[in-house]
């Protein structure tokens, strides 16, 4: 065992007995009575903005992964810095790529114009990411709600929770297992790269100093991301070599062949423990999909503020 996984071992603990008694307050039927409309209200906004960029729905996706995983998923990367708070947005795995705030918001106002009050960002986001793997071709799942929003945000604990494209398997999993989620949990959540884009800065290294690559894949990369530092480093590259904008297994597809764009992602078949777990998904498109929602759900019931903790946001960006 690693130093860093043990020092993430007794966090996993607190962790897991903190999620089994909190996610109990979740429910998929929660707003049921106080506003029976927010599926149907959410999803012809997100639908609207994939339509124009499809790229979207990944990042919606991406969102709700980075929310989740500082303090549980409490809306708080929505939080946007002000002269007096610093919030995520601007944590080193956020700064300049974590986007969709703008369909947040105006998916927050049409609900807001629908029951005032009563929905809050967390959940908001938590439909949306769901909602954006279903418009996108992937499966469907019952979104447990009652999340409240947090009234603060931590810079620090972004920059240490959210493992960096750099990852290597082994801080991949310590840093899922500090989640409350397993090496599977991890595995079957790295397939929604099966959608969206990196910027050069997150794939560089690994396709000009990785052995474990594809040559002609990183030569096709190499055109779009020069060696040199600060030189396209905002140039993008699909992270599905195959099927950018659709929510299939050509994820683990291409780690097979040595296509993965991002190290984190190489690592997952690299002669390592989550080799039989890729090769699995790759073969069975519903294998993944059933781990990916059964996934998806428990990282939702992450640490989720509920009861008379935290509030419900007006404006996501700010609290009330």
Avoid at 161 to 175: A, H, M, R, Y
Wanted: glycine share 8%.
């Amino acid at each position: 065992m690693t130093s860093l996984s043990m020092a993430y071992t007794p966090l996993s603990i607190i962790l897991f007995l903190f999620i089994g008694s909190s996610s109990a307050h979740l429910s998929t039927n929660f707003y049921s009575s106080s506003c029976p409309k927010v599926f149907s209200t959410i999803k012809p906004v997100l639908q609207s903005a994939i339509a124009k960029e499809k790229r979207m729905g990944a990042s919606i996706l991406r969102l709700f992964f980075h929310d989740c995983f500082v303090n549980g998923c409490d809306g708080s990367i929505l939080l946007a810095d002000t002269a007096n708070f610093r919030g995520e947005q601007h944590a080193g795995p956020n700064n300049g790529s974590v986007r969709g705030f703008k369909v947040i918001d105006k998916i927050k106002t049409a609900v807001e114009n629908a029951c005032p009050g009563v929905v809050s960002c967390a959940d908001i986001l938590a439909v949306a990411a769901r909602d954006s793997v279903v418009i996108l071709g992937g499966p469907d799942w019952k979104v447990k709600l009652g999340r409240r929003d947090a009234r603060t945000a931590s810079a620090t604990l972004a920059n240490n929770n959210i493992p960096p494209p750099t990852s290597s398997l082994s801080n991949l999993i310590s840093k899922f297992a500090a989640q409350g989620l397993s090496t599977k949990d991890m595995v079957a959540l790295s397939g929604a790269h099966t959608i969206g884009q990196a910027r050069c800065t997150s794939f560089r290294g690994h396709i000009y100093n990785d052995a474990d690559i594809d040559a002609s894949f990183a030569s096709l990369r190499q055109k779009i991301c020069p060696r040199k530092s600060g030189s396209g480093d905002t140039n993008l590259a699909p992270l599905d070599l195959q099927t950018p904008t659709a929510f299939d297994n050509n994820y683990y597809k291409n780690l097979i062949n040595k296509k993965g764009l991002l190290h984190s992602d190489q690592e997952l078949f690299n002669n390592g423990a989550t080799d039989s777990l890729v090769k699995s998904y790759s073969n069975s498109e519903g294998s993944f999909n059933s781990d990916f929602v059964k996934a998806m759900i428990k990282m939702g019931d992450i640490s989720p503020l509920t009861g008379s903790k935290g509030e419900i946001r007006k404006i996501c960006s700010k609290i009330n």
